[in-house]
């Protein structure tokens, strides 16, 4: 059987987790599959890993899906790379594909393939035998439709398949887990007067991730990243070449808060006789995909303050000259007791025709516990997208009345 510290690894390393979990200071939320909620794309990350409400690109899929309905190209390719924790793992990284079509004035369809790679691990047994050195990996596959309702508002619906192979197969009880999840969201954009100038206003909701829990075949099924993502930006054009945008996202994973356990003597979980523990503080986390969405809004031992620093924060700011030009920056905040993740991104893009090439880079504001260093300091993204034959908005789209 491949030890059990094999996967509390493969946890860190996908989450880019930084507490010292086993402290009572923390209670983090940990899922199957977190790399779901990577930013896959450089825009967003420069940005402060944001994107609900952000004018849509061909990557809106991760963000919100709403937003492909007022896309303005007609068909989009789009690229994504990340080496992911380099400082921890050479080799591991995140390859992000996106396409989009539009159908229609008022119809797009859109798919992405997301390939997370953890790169070579040498897997030992329980008297620490080499079982040999694997490649585990996790993939999904996404397909949306969205569609717009009005002339400021759209919606939409997304299908996602999930397989994580964390052990290859490796170990009697053990195998690779899938899950069949849905997203749900909602976004409106409609110009505004700002006095002297003029811009844009938007919002976006999106709930991502809503599916069936994992099964990895060690008799128990976890949760995976089910997201509420929320949040406005402003965009002012100065003048006719320079735009500057705002952007504000609130993040809250609806999966249930591990409980507090009550402990003997000897700092051991008491059983309960029901083959699980004595809840000290908080909730049974041990319910149904639905009853978990609605149970994470209170089942936090510590009450509302708890919940409250379930939500994290990302604040960013885009300015583009000339529809070619863009420089980025953002700032990231997690509560130090659900994974203390804080840092600033920084990034830029150029457009010429119909390439977009941006990137952006990670510069941590905290190390961890026991280090003087951050697994994610120096993160880099890079993104490419081809946006082929613009939609033109005077001939071809339809006022929605």
């Not at 860190?12 to 599959?33: F, H, P, R």
């Not at 539009?102 to 329980?126: H, K, M, P, Q, W």
């Not at 503080?281 to 209170?298: A, E, N, P, R, T």
């Not at 390439?355 to 993104?383: C, H, I, K, Q, W």
């Amino acid at each position: 059987m491949i030890k059990k510290s094999l996967f509390v690894l493969a946890g860190l390393l996908m989450a880019g987790v930084v507490a010292k979990a086993q402290s009572n200071d923390y209670n983090v939320i940990n899922t199957a599959v977190p790399s779901m909620i990577i930013a896959p794309d450089a825009r967003s990350a420069g940005m402060g890993d944001l994107g609900v409400s952000t004018s849509p690109d061909v990557y809106s899929m991760h963000w919100n899906p709403a937003k492909y309905a007022f896309i303005e190209d007609d068909f989009s390719i789009g690229l994504g790379y990340t080496p992911w924790l380099r400082k921890l793992v050479p080799d591991m990284n995140i390859a992000y594909l996106a396409v989009s079509k539009r159908v229609s004035s008022r119809s797009t369809i859109a798919g992405t393939l997301r390939y997370f790679n953890l790169g070579d691990i040498n897997f030992r047994g329980e008297e620490n035998q080499d079982l040999g050195t694997y490649r585990p990996n996790e993939f999904a596959i996404d397909i949306c439709y969205s569609r717009k309702f009005g002339d400021y508002w759209s919606a939409a619906v997304a299908g996602r398949y999930i397989r994580s192979d964390l052990t290859q197969g490796v170990g009697n009880y053990s195998k690779a887990g899938w899950s069949v999840a849905a997203d749900i969201a909602v976004y409106y954009k409609r110009p505004v007067n700002l006095g002297t100038v003029d811009g844009d206003f938007s919002w976006g909701i999106a709930i991502t991730n809503m599916g069936s829990k994992v099964d990895y075949g060690n008799g128990k099924t976890e949760f995976i990243p089910t997201n509420l993502r929320l949040g406005p930006t402003l965009k002012i054009n100065i003048d006719e070449f320079n735009s500057l945008a705002f952007s504000i996202d609130l993040n809250k994973l609806l999966v249930p808060t591990p409980p507090i356990y009550a402990t003997d003597s000897v700092g051991q979980p008491i059983p309960d006789g029901h083959g699980g523990y004595v809840i000290l503080k908080g909730m049974d986390d041990d319910v149904s995909m639905i009853q978990g969405m609605f149970q994470s809004f209170y089942d936090a031992p510590d009450g509302f303050s708890e919940e409250m620093k379930e939500i994290t924060v990302s604040i960013g700011a885009e300015y583009t000259y000339n529809k070619v030009f863009s420089v980025r920056t953002g700032f990231f905040h997690e509560s130090k007791m659900k994974g203390n993740r804080r840092y600033l991104t920084f990034g830029a893009g150029l457009r010429y025709n119909v390439l977009a090439l941006d990137v952006s880079y990670l510069v941590p504001v905290n190390n961890t516990a026991n280090s003087g260093t951050n697994p994610l300091e120096g993160t880099l993204r890079f993104s490419l997208a081809f946006n082929i034959n613009k939609w033109d908005k005077n001939t071809k789209l339809e006022r929605v009345d």
